[in-house]
């Protein structure tokens, strides 16, 4: 059987839209959206389905919308007879893969994301912070600029995203700071259109807030591993609440998560909204993105695929 990891995007991969098409032609999505609407109390599927942009883009919002969509590609996998050994998501998709290894119930999973978008929102005054994406220089030249610039305030990588290309969060003075003396370097720094500062000390307080929240949860033994953004090692029950209550002020190691899931399976798939972690994975592991799946289409091409690669290894 091939070994495939489903990875599950983060926030900053919505888009007006997504998930429709899955609902309309697979009841399991549509069962999906239609429960998602009613334990959050409104219509969630008419956001993502219809928008508008601006309310997809509230970050209480966005959360539990790409939780949604995630599960309900994964629920479409499953139908097909398409399951992972392992699997992994970026921040917020973390969440779709615990729902998706039986760890969290969907309905707590949606409640949670919500608060946990709300608690972020709150965490640190608009303007206070911002986050900037480093590509062209080694994550030693990175963590050295942000050293250089912590008299400014508060700075530091959040997502080591894959080789070359990072992301760092803080204050603003502090991040701009820093940014300049990376293109002094020879970086390339994009300032990112988000309105949190996320995986970093700012997120302290926050996540006291969280780890609240995340107390009277029940979470169960997964049933395939799921690798940890603070670890990049599979996360056992013990340590979950733990572990997502530091994502919230911790780096994100993908890149040091794709290179221990890329030892132990054949191929990734992405699993909701964008191709965003396709674009990563493929800078360190290419030949092993074996496609992804948000609509129709793309779930298509992926089962084609997968029917392709598992008949040559049956040969």
């Known amino acids: 059987m091939l070994r495939l990891a489903f990875v599950f995007p983060g926030q900053g991969s919505q888009y007006v839209g997504m998930g429709k098409e899955l609902a309309e032609h697979f009841a399991e999505a549509g069962k999906t959206f239609e429960e998602a609407d009613e334990v959050l109390g409104y219509r969630l599927s008419r956001v993502c389905f219809e928008g508008p942009l601006e309310e997809l883009d509230r ?128 970086g390339k720094v994009v300032p990112l259109a988000v309105s949190v500062p996320s995986h970093c000390l700012l997120m302290k307080d926050a996540a006291a807030i969280f780890r609240e929240e995340l107390k009277p949860i029940d979470l169960k033994r997964t049933a395939f591993p ?36 890329a030892k132990q399976v054949d191929y990734f798939v992405e699993v909701g909204p964008g191709k965003v972690l396709s674009a990563l994975i493929k800078k360190q592991a290419r030949k092993q993105v074996l496609g992804n799946v948000e609509d129709v289409s793309s779930l298509n091409k992926l089962l084609a695929r997968w029917k392709e690669e598992a008949n040559g290894q049956q040969e």
């Open 59 to 186: 970050t209480e919002v966005t959360q539990p919308a790409i939780l949604a969509t995630s599960v309900a590609a994964f629920r479409v996998l499953e139908s097909q007879g398409i399951r992972p050994h392992m699997a992994a998501g970026l921040s917020l998709g973390e969440y779709s893969a615990l729902v998706a290894a039986g760890a969290l119930d969907f309905a707590s999973a949606l409640r949670l994301v919500a608060k946990r978008g709300r608690i972020m929102q709150e965490a640190v005054p608009e303007g206070r912070g911002m986050m900037a994406a480093v590509m062209g220089l080694d994550a030693e030249a990175v963590e050295e600029a942000c050293r250089e610039s912590s008299q400014h305030g508060v700075v530091s990588i959040a997502n080591y995203n894959c080789p070359g290309q990072v992301a760092i969060s803080g204050e603003k003075e502090a991040v701009e700071d820093a940014s300049e003396r990376l293109r002094q370097r020879g």
């Open 226 to 261: 799921v690798i940890a953004n603070v670890t990049a090692r599979e996360m056992t029950v013990d340590e979950a609440k733990d572990v997502l209550t530091r994502q919230l002020y911790s780096p994100v190691l993908w890149e040091q998560s794709v290179a221990y899931m």
